[in-house]
């Protein structure tokens, strides 16, 4: 089911929640919206579900305008933050609900509700109330409900938000396996964006209302369209510069800025992956020492202090930081491969530049 | 109110007691004080209405029942809570749904009018209907031209019964529907469910309690209303004497026995429903505190799940 919107706006009084957006989700797709809390994604996926009324524009739900659709006759399957399981009906009822309302038989029932009891893990819960499930049983009783009357589209606001971290991850993976099996049309709003890269097809990235960028997660990440996406997607060290003979100066970080004349102020944005360490001091032209490690499973990220006392922070995997001897309070050289020129948010941003004259192959590359 | 809300906190009340352990000396005399006070003020009198009905026998107390007057005000009662009562669920319902379901001006506004007939004295709530509406009244010509009686009429006795309950079922309705708040409505509106759907089967079964109680002290208060119902009724014996009118009148004429015969009805009712009320509370606190007790047993937790292959 493709769904499209066209210059939607919504204003809730004075306030504008979402600002002229459009985009298109294909047939089958996995999408993730992704933005801060307050950016307007939950609105715009609400009024997909057409629980929200656009103030200005147009949905469409495989070319046919939906404004003036209700709810009910969208066939959407819509999943709550909070889940909004009915907490008067048992498991059994709650994923029955949708059928008995669209008058399906008695039979066909039993059969779909206990297909999907199956598919969820949930066989042998269809007798307990909402309060006697844990979280995650609850996601999952949320979803099959949403799921039984085979919408054309699946519709989860925050769908890991509610779930302890523990399992969060497994769910993830969950998901994006139950979205391989099902095959259907799949939209889903998180304010993470880790959970938005690793589980999306695309990405459309919200900030204050307005659409920053649409892409597969890693064009998104390699090609950031500005300076929002850019720090809102993965890790981005930021400094501010200023050009002196075609050269932005950071401390003592320098950066190729042919063309910028004398006193231009430039902001330069380069990605941890961008940093290259050695422990030969010769080998790079700055020095810098390690302050922190800090371990997130297997990446570890890295903080260096420079001579000048700027910070700029790395990430590597644990065998390149065995391979390379490092240890807090270590001395290294250092250099930054590549790194962009950021604009002024919501202008385009330059494409990415190379920084040193030749880039040799660097350990911890990609992350 | 406040004591509602506090007594439904069952498992608070359990946690206190840890928490404000006194001496066995405090504590009993504190017990002993309560319980006399509840006896004197409370127990002995309700014995004694039912000790003064029976005082001249049972065939007695028969015969004052099934008087044709004390019958007409046993029916005339029945019927002005079967009309106000249903028509108060109604108001209820709705505004309590308006209060707890929208955002909209004069919402407060609402709310205190909720609450006018708690604070205005019933006889002022039945002066304001005499005003309205009698003889001398704002609309009593026009009503008196049409040969419409309101005053000294059930129609004016139903109007003052129902102002006077007016907030029972919206005052319960609205915590509950606000602690509810409007996504399961919303789930069930995205699963297909119209309008009419989502209520009867949401929106009822989620207030259910909140609402029965509500009807019950609604239904205790429509038929134990004095004040009010005596300014619009104008007494007259066997059309216009509910209950409790009933009562003061036999006393009044010195005939006790009938009088307490009658007032061991109402009495009869304030226990029943004293009864239900508790029932209801334990039960809603056994559907609804099943959780403590039950928790998620440890061979189900999500882990499991994830780990084993349910997809395949």
């Given amino acids: 089911m493709s769904i499209e919107l066209k210059h939607i706006t919504k204003k809730f009084g004075e306030v504008t929640a979402v600002n002229r957006v459009s985009f298109t989700v294909n047939e089958g797709e996995l999408v993730g919206l992704l933005g801060p809390s307050g950016g307007g994604k939950t609105t715009v996926l609400r009024m997909i579900a057409g629980l929200e009324m656009p103030t200005e524009g147009d949905v469409l739900i495989r070319g046919q305008r939906v404004n003036d659709v209700s709810v009910q006759q969208r066939n959407i399957g819509f999943v709550f933050q909070s889940y909004a399981l009915f907490k008067t009906m048992n498991v059994f009822h709650n994923i029955a609900f949708g059928l008995k309302v669209k008058k399906w038989r008695k039979a066909d029932i039993l059969a779909r509700v206990m297909e999907l009891l199956e598919l969820f893990g949930l066989g042998g819960l269809e007798k307990r109330y909402p309060h006697q499930l844990s979280g995650g049983q609850r996601q999952r009783v949320a979803i099959a409900r949403a799921l039984a009357p085979k919408p054309s589209v699946l519709l989860l606001d925050e769908p890991f938000g509610a779930v302890d971290a523990k399992i969060r991850q497994e769910l993830r993976e969950w998901l994006v396996t139950l979205h391989h099996e099902l095959n259907v049309t799949t939209i889903f709003v998180t304010h993470d964006q880790e959970e938005a890269m690793e589980v999306s097809n695309r990405i459309v990235i919200f900030s204050r209302g307005n659409l920053e960028q649409i892409g597969a997660p890693r064009e998104v990440y390699e090609q950031p369209s500005n300076e929002f996406v850019a720090r809102f997607v993965g890790v981005m060290n930021v400094l501010e510069t200023e050009v002196r003979g075609g050269v932005a100066r950071a401390n003592e970080l320098e950066f190729p800025a042919h063309g910028q004349p004398d006193g231009a102020r430039l902001r330069i944005g380069f990605r941890p992956y961008a940093v290259q360490v050695s422990p030969d001091l010769a080998m790079y032209p700055y020095r810098a020492v390690l302050r922190h490690t800090f371990f997130l499973g297997v990446l570890l990220r890295l903080e260096f202090e420079l001579a000048s006392g700027l910070i700029i922070r790395s990430r590597m995997t644990k065998e390149d930081y065995a391979q390379l001897g490092l240890a807090d309070d270590r001395e290294v050289s250092l250099q930054i491969r590549n790194f962009r020129v950021l604009a002024r948010e919501g202008a385009e941003l330059p494409p990415e530049q190379i920084a040193v004259k030749e880039a040799p192959p660097t350990l911890g590359e990609g992350i | ?312």
């Fill in chain 2, 1 to 312: 109110m406040a004591g509602i809300v506090t007594k439904r906190n069952h498992a608070g009340r359990a946690q206190s007691q840890r928490g404000t352990e006194e001496s066995p000396w405090a504590k009993w005399t504190l017990i002993s004080i309560a319980m006399a006070f509840c006896l004197v003020f409370l127990l002995l009198p309700l014995v004694n209405v039912f000790a003064q009905a029976f005082a001249k026998g049972w065939a007695h107390y028969g015969q004052a029942l099934t008087h044709p007057d004390s019958w007409a005000a046993i029916k005339l009662t029945l019927l002005v809570a079967a009309i106000s009562v249903p028509l108060n669920v109604l108001f209820g319902l709705a505004a309590a749904w308006a209060i707890a379901k929208f955002e909209f001006r004069g919402k407060s506004l609402l709310i205190t009018l909720i609450d006018l007939p708690f604070s205005v004295s019933p006889v002022v709530a039945g002066l304001m209907f005499v005003v309205l509406f009698g003889l001398q009244g704002f609309f009593g010509e026009w009503l008196n031209d049409r040969d419409l009686r309101i005053i000294f009429a059930v129609p004016g006795i139903t109007l003052a019964t129902i102002f006077v309950t007016f907030p029972f079922v919206a005052r319960e309705l609205i915590p509950v529907m606000q602690a509810t708040g409007t996504e399961q409505e919303q789930a069930a509106l995205t699963l297909g469910a119209n309008g009419w759907q989502t209520f009867w089967h949401v929106t009822l079964p989620s207030v259910k309690w909140g609402l029965i109680y509500g009807i019950i002290l609604c239904n205790a208060r429509a038929m134990g209303e004095f004040g009010a119902v005596s300014v619009v009724s104008g007494h007259i014996t066997g059309q216009t004497d509910t209950m409790p009118l009933r009562v003061e009148k036999l006393y009044n004429e010195y005939q006790g026995p009938a009088a307490f015969a009658v007032a061991s009805l109402l009495a009869l009712l304030a226990l029943v429903t004293l009864g239900i009320k508790t029932f209801l509370e334990w039960k809603q606190a056994r559907e609804f505190g099943w959780a403590q007790q039950a928790p998620v047993p440890a061979s189900e937790r999500d882990t499991d799940f994830v780990t084993r292959e349910n997809l395949g």
